[in-house]
């Protein structure tokens, strides 16, 4: 059997690629990390086991080391494994460690690719990454909430770079982010999009710039867009200044 690395896309079980699909329904063990997956968890109905390694209420997330062994595991044990990875299993995600822990020990894996949070979310808001004539570039970053994550990034090369700017997760982490990238030669005026609980029913954006953020509290998962794309908010009517639609 094979432990299967599956992009479970950005919360939506509709956006779920087909194999994605068919291997949660013959899964005999389902490991994910949100309790707001269950939904999708849920087509899974013939799984013998499900694990949630994330975080859950008070109860912190397993130890990626963990997580890692409990893979090699199950995958020694013989077990048909489906392992959920939000939104694509590669992009922003732990899914590139668990897929060497697992090559290290000589599990068979295979990957499944996900529609990555880092698209869907200004799609679903209306904002598209990339258009020819504003933004011909995309760079996407992990906003880890740890302020010693970002010494490894070289935020001045991503504001040199310019175009459209996608930070997933850390959501604390906004205004630091902000000010390195101004720091860098981003203007102050910039605009930065914040899409929270993307494809779900609760899904909400609110708009800013990089001197006048958006509300950084809003519902978890977060994606924020920096970049002219930001401003164009094809879902809602332009306004001046900040403000939400649903």
């Given at each position: 059997m094979t432990v299967h690395?599956?992009?479970?896309?950005?919360?939506?079980p509709g956006l779920l690629t087909c194999r994605a699909v068919e291997l949660l329904k013959s899964a005999e063990v389902v490991v994910y990390d949100r309790p707001s997956m269950?939904?999708?968890?849920?087509?899974?109905?013939?799984?013998?086991?499900?694990?949630c390694v994330g975080k859950a209420g008070s109860r912190p997330a397993w130890p990626q080391a963990d997580v890692n062994q409990l893979l090699v595991e199950l995958g020694r044990a013989g077990?048909?494994?489906?392992?959920?990875?939000?939104?694509?299993a590669f992009v922003v995600s732990r899914g590139g460690e668990e897929a060497v822990a697992l090559a290290a020990a000589g599990v068979p894996f295979d990957v499944v690719p996900g529609i990555s949070a880092a698209i869907a979310?200004?799609?679903l808001a209306g904002i598209p990454v990339m258009v020819r004539q504003v933004a011909t570039t995309l760079?996407?970053?992990?906003?880890?909430?740890?302020?010693?994550?970002?010494?490894?990034?070289?935020w001045d090369a991503v504001a040199r770079v310019g175009g459209t700017v996608v930070v997933l997760t850390g959501r604390s982490a906004l205004r630091d982010?902000?000010?390195k990238l101004m720091a860098g030669g981003l203007p102050p005026d910039t605009p930065v999009a914040a899409i929270s609980a993307a494809s779900r029913p609760h899904q909400r954006t609110e708009l800013g710039t990089l001197a006048s953020l958006p509300n950084p509290r809003m519902r978890p998962p977060?994606?924020?867009?920096?970049?002219?794309?930001?401003?164009?908010?094809?879902?809602?009517?332009?306004?001046?200044?900040?403000h939400a639609h649903s």
């Amino acid at each position: 059997m094979t432990v299967h690395l599956v992009g479970a896309g950005p919360g939506d079980p509709g956006l779920l690629t087909c194999r994605a699909v068919e291997l949660l329904k013959s899964a005999e063990v389902v490991v994910y990390d949100r309790p707001s997956m269950a939904d999708i968890v849920a087509i899974a109905d013939s799984a013998e086991i499900v694990h949630c390694v994330g975080k859950a209420g008070s109860r912190p997330a397993w130890p990626q080391a963990d997580v890692n062994q409990l893979l090699v595991e199950l995958g020694r044990a013989g077990r048909n494994v489906v392992r959920l990875k939000a939104g694509d299993a590669f992009v922003v995600s732990r899914g590139g460690e668990e897929a060497v822990a697992l090559a290290a020990a000589g599990v068979p894996f295979d990957v499944v690719p996900g529609i990555s949070a880092a698209i869907a979310a200004p799609a679903l808001a209306g904002i598209p990454v990339m258009v020819r004539q504003v933004a011909t570039t995309l760079t996407i970053v992990a906003g880890n909430d740890d302020p010693e994550y970002h010494q490894h990034i070289d935020w001045d090369a991503v504001a040199r770079v310019g175009g459209t700017v996608v930070v997933l997760t850390g959501r604390s982490a906004l205004r630091d982010i902000a000010a390195k990238l101004m720091a860098g030669g981003l203007p102050p005026d910039t605009p930065v999009a914040a899409i929270s609980a993307a494809s779900r029913p609760h899904q909400r954006t609110e708009l800013g710039t990089l001197a006048s953020l958006p509300n950084p509290r809003m519902r978890p998962p977060v994606t924020f867009v920096i970049g002219e794309v930001a401003a164009l908010d094809l879902l809602a009517a332009p306004a001046e200044g900040s403000h939400a639609h649903s």
